[in-house]
Structures are given as C-alpha cells and as structure tokens.
C-alpha cells in the first residue's frame, strides 16, 4: 500500500539556523502534499502545503519543495525560533479506486529549538 | 464556517470494555471523514476513511470499526478494548473540490487509555 517516510525523527538547532525535513512517497499518483505542525498535546494543523503541479512554495519563513520524478518532498524552515518546537508531519495524498482521498502521514518529526 | 467537534476529550476503560467515540462536522456537507491513532511519540496512522453515508474503508486489520450514520458523523468502536488500543485518536475531515484535494481539518483529539 501507499507507504510515506519521514526523516530525521528528531531534530534539534540553534535558534536562527535552517530545519531541513524530508519525506518520500511510494504512490506516483500521489498530488497533494501538505506539512502539518502539532504542539504537545494538541491537534496537527497545516502549515504549508504544494500540489504536483508545483516544485517549490513558500510562505514567509517556511519552504517546501517537491520532486516528483523522485518522489520526494522537503520542508524548509529558515531562521528557526524556539516556538517552531513541536513534531512536524508530512503526508501524501491520493484517490483510491472508490474515488476517495486518502491522506497518508510520516512518522514525525521532532523539532527542538534551541534559544 | 466549518467546524469539527469530537468526544470525549479523554477516556479512561478496563480492558475488555466496548469503546464507542464521536466525530461530527458543521458547516458543510458530503466531507470526506478519518479517524486516525497517533500512539505515544509515533506517527498519525490512518485507522478508517469515509466518502459517504455508510462507506466506509479499512486500512488496518484491528481491534476497531467505524461508522457513518449520518453525513457529518463519524463513530469509531470496538466491542472489546485491548490494551495495545491506547493512544490519541484524531477525526478528519476534508472538502473535496472539483476533484481537487484539500486540507484536512483534525478534532480535538480524544486520549484513550485502557487499563
């Protein structure tokens, strides 16, 4: 079945560095792909998400780039501050033979921001 | 505006005991439903999904099942909780447009722990 890997599975930085995540995505038919953030405790929300259409979008201080011929995706997060600590998740979406969309989730990623 | 509303917050059940949690969304209709498990420091596994009244998709063999009822409800159970069913259950919902993928809007979680 559709499988998403997410990596590093945690990652801690100095305050002001970049954060780097990265995913890939088993299922070529896959054109959605959104970032989620999610607080201890608390419900994920989206951060910043790209279609297959698209290679790279950006939003103030956060980044994501798409490689569908190597099926792979990345979040950018530049001049980190410490309440960008929480866990990100990737995911990937895709139509199913019933004509519904399936949303997919990494692992995680544990971000710790160092001040 | 949309809004999803999920319940209870957190539940606390003997083992063998039956499990029964609510998801229902306001403000829109026909909305593509989930439910996911995140256990403890893990990832968002994708547990149901539902495209209609009465549909409902499997993605992993489990102690669980689902069920929609009606349009905007979504109600995961089980007859009899093990153990391993601990963990913090997300409901989803997304709109799809024009056959295009949206974001998916998560509740607030409900924390199940069987003891």
Redesign the interface.
């Known amino acids: 079945g559709e499988n998403v890997e997410q990596h590093p599975s945690t990652l801690s930085v100095q305050e002001g560095d970049s954060a780097v995540i990265k995913c890939t995505y088993s299922d070529s038919a896959s054109n959605y792909f959104p970032w989620y953030k999610q607080e201890l405790g608390k419900r994920p929300q989206l951060i910043i998400d790209i279609r297959s259409n698209v290679g790279e979008k950006k939003d103030q201080r956060i980044a994501v780039t798409l490689n569908k011929t190597a099926k792979h995706f990345s979040l950018h997060i530049t001049e980190t501050q410490p309440e960008d600590s929480a866990v990100y998740f990737c995911a990937a979406s895709t139509v199913t033979m019933d004509s519904s969309y399936k949303l997919i989730f990494g692992s995680g990623t544990r971000l710790l921001v160092r001040p | 505006s949309q809004t999803i509303h999920q319940w209870p917050a957190t539940l606390v059940q003997p083992v063998g005991s039956p499990l029964s949690l609510e998801c229902t969304v306001e403000g829109t209709s026909n909305p593509?439903l989930?439910w996911?498990r995140q256990a403890a420091g893990?990832?968002?596994?994708?547990l149901f999904?539902?495209?209609g009244i009465g549909?409902i998709?499997s993605?992993v063999p489990q102690n669980l099942s689902a069920s929609r009822p009606q349009d905007r409800q979504f109600i995961l159970s089980s007859k009899k909780l093990l153990l391993s069913d601990s963990g913090f259950y997300?409901c989803?919902w997304?709109r799809?447009r024009l056959?295009?993928?949206t974001?998916?809007f998560?509740?607030?979680?409900t924390r199940l722990t069987v003891v």
């Open positions: 593509n989930y996911y893990r990832g968002l596994q994708l999904y539902s495209v549909q998709s993605e997300l989803a997304r799809i056959l295009q993928d974001e998916a998560f509740g607030q979680g």
